[in-house]
């Protein structure tokens, strides 16, 4: 193969050219630091190519060299760590070329590299600690302006590859690769760190790639395998025990009357409830034209009494609509409810559940007015029912911290009113957030709340509506009643091998089936999902 050379000149060289090789230059070890009136060079240089390093010098230092490109295939690593002359990087760079089996001569003005094909040349100066096989140093006393440049050796990169045994991937690698951002690339850790920015993972089958010198894949596989350990898990039951008892009494009397007089004087009166009553509009729409009907008196769900009364007198010019509803309404509610909630969590990682319905409800109406009138509305569903999110952490003595989220709603309708103008639904919530400490196996009382709610209401006619008795013709009470009371308990265990697996597996599925009604049932269930031999 024919050898292709490259020659480097630059402007600022010529004039200085002949000074500067009118007789050889000597670039020789230990290198002095650069004078007061001489700016010094820092260089900071990372796995960069021979080819640009050479070039950096060549224009810092203008010195013109000629070379072959294929005798500069490979990488340098060079930090200095104070400021340096342009000279001593010439001569830098000349030391890192022998340690390559290069020789660099000047001629005719200048710096030839050429292969030396017979031997390497040994160094001569201050023994350095001894490395790895595979990295070379180079060489110098304690007065060096710089500090000893790592060269990377040309050969073929190696990979490896890490199954996962009980972690993601992609947590192990953002850990490592937010921790090695901090090291100090000094000595040896200059090939760890490069095989750490390579970690790549493969969620396919939750193992991890990665490339590096055999050390440097030694030393990060162990890293990664003392990170990739096994988790403790819990065994977490929580008891929800809920007791609401409702009590509602609605009483009173609605009348009301209108009339006209000889078509001169027209009256009306009545006794109704705020907010307006269907009743009322009943009796305003009693007229002569319009006798009274059945259908006018509305029927509640309790107890309902109505008279709706038509008299009319004076050939028509007069007449008078008298109406009455007696309503009576008694209610009571009472509901317990007791969850029994069983999660298996894995340790300082969140687990969640949740049971109940998934209730719609109409969210936005959008009404079209035109030639084509359209109404349209969107369904919206909200999730209604218990939902526990637990987060446990083992530590010593067997000793569980838990992070408990508890939330509790259920749709209700008013105990006397039934009927709302909001289209969506009306639930009560419940929320528990708390960070408790919990011993192994014991059951602990976490969270109590007891609620009473009394209301009273009453409307009628001011005076007529407080006297004793007659009093109820003229007002309306409705009276509310709720008692409310949650208890939660909660139990961790934690498993500490497959054999406690197995003992809770089993007390859970007797537990189950003896509060299953259909015994056989169950058994034809559960008696598919069971390995063989359990």
């Known amino acids: 193969m024919t050898n292709r050379f490259f020659l480097m000149f630059f402007l600022s060289f010529f004039s200085i050219s002949n000074h500067l090789y009118s007789s050889p230059t000597s670039y020789n070890f230990p290198l002095e630091s650069p004078s ?9 240089f990372e796995d960069i190519n021979a080819i640009e390093f050479l070039r950096f010098v060549s224009k810092v230092a203008c010195v013109n060299f000629i070379y072959d490109e294929e005798d500069l295939d490979f990488n340098i690593n060079l930090v200095t760590g104070k400021p340096t002359t342009k000279e001593n990087l010439v001569a830098i760079l000349i030391k890192m070329f022998e340690k390559k089996s290069l020789i660099t001569q000047p001629q005719d003005g200048c710096l030839v590299i050429t292969k030396n094909e017979e031997q390497q040349e040994e160094t001569t100066y201050a023994q350095q600690p001894k490395l790895p096989s595979f990295m070379k140093q180079v060489s110098s006393n304690t007065k060096a302006d710089f500090i000893p440049a790592y060269l990377k050796e040309a050969q073929d990169g190696a990979f490896h590859v890490l199954k996962l045994q009980y972690h993601e991937g992609k947590e192990i690698i953002d850990t490592i690769k937010n921790v090695s951002m901090e090291m100090t690339l000094s000595k040896g850790k200059a090939n760890f760190a490069k095989a750490i920015r390579s970690m790549q993972w493969i969620s396919s089958t939750n193992s991890i790639l990665y490339s ?3 050390t440097a894949i030694t030393q990060l596989t162990q890293l990664i395998k003392t990170l990739d350990v096994q988790k403790k898990q819990v065994f977490i039951e929580v008891l929800v025990v809920e007791t609401d008892v409702k009590n509602g009494l609605d009483f009173g009397l609605d009348w009301g009357g209108n009339g006209v007089y000889k078509n001169k004087t027209a009256f009306s009166a009545g006794n109704f409830p705020p907010g307006g009553s269907s009743f009322a509009d009943a009796i305003k729409g009693v007229t002569p034209s319009v006798p009274p009907n059945p259908s006018n008196i509305p029927m509640g769900t309790g107890f309902d009494l109505g008279i709706i009364g038509d008299l009319i007198m004076h050939k028509g010019q007069s007449y008078l609509t008298l109406g009455s509803l007696v309503s ?7 509901s317990t409810i007791v969850l029994n909630q069983k999660i298996l969590a894995q340790d300082n990682k969140e687990s969640s559940i949740f049971v109940g319905d998934n209730l719609p409800f109409t969210g936005s109406v959008v009404q079209t007015i035109g030639a ?3 109404t ?3 369904i919206e569903y909200r999730d209604v029912g218990v939902k526990l999110s637990i987060t446990p952490l083992v530590g010593d003595g067997d000793v569980i911290t838990l992070s408990i989220t508890e939330q509790i709603t259920e749709a209700m309708n008013d105990i006397i009113d039934s009927t709302t103008t909001v289209n969506g639904i009306k639930t009560t919530k419940t929320n528990m957030s708390t960070q408790v400490h919990v011993p192994d196996k014991s059951f602990l009382f976490l969270s109590g709340m007891i609620r009473n709610t009394k209301k009273n209401k009453k409307s009628g006619l001011p005076c ?4 004793p008795l007659i009093g109820a013709a003229f007002s309306q009470n ?7 009371n949650i208890i939660v308990f909660v139990r961790p265990q ?3 091998s497959v054999t406690d697996h197995q003992i809770i597996t089993t007390y859970q599925e007797k537990q189950f089936k003896q509060q299953t009604p259909d015994k056989k049932a169950f058994d034809d269930a559960i008696n598919p999902v069971k390995q063989e031999g359990s």
Do not use: F, M, W, Y
């Open 494 to 496: 934690i498993i500490h």
């Open 328 to 334: 009576a309404l008694q209610r009571d509610g009472n």
């Open 478 to 484: 409705k009276k509310e009643e709720e008692k409310r």
């Open 372 to 374: 084509s009138q359209q």
């Open 464 to 467: 007529l509506g407080g006297l």
């Open 36 to 44: 007061k009136e001489e700016d010094g060079i820092s260089v900071q």
């Open 212 to 214: 590096g010198t055999p």
């Open 376 to 378: 349209s509305a969107n």
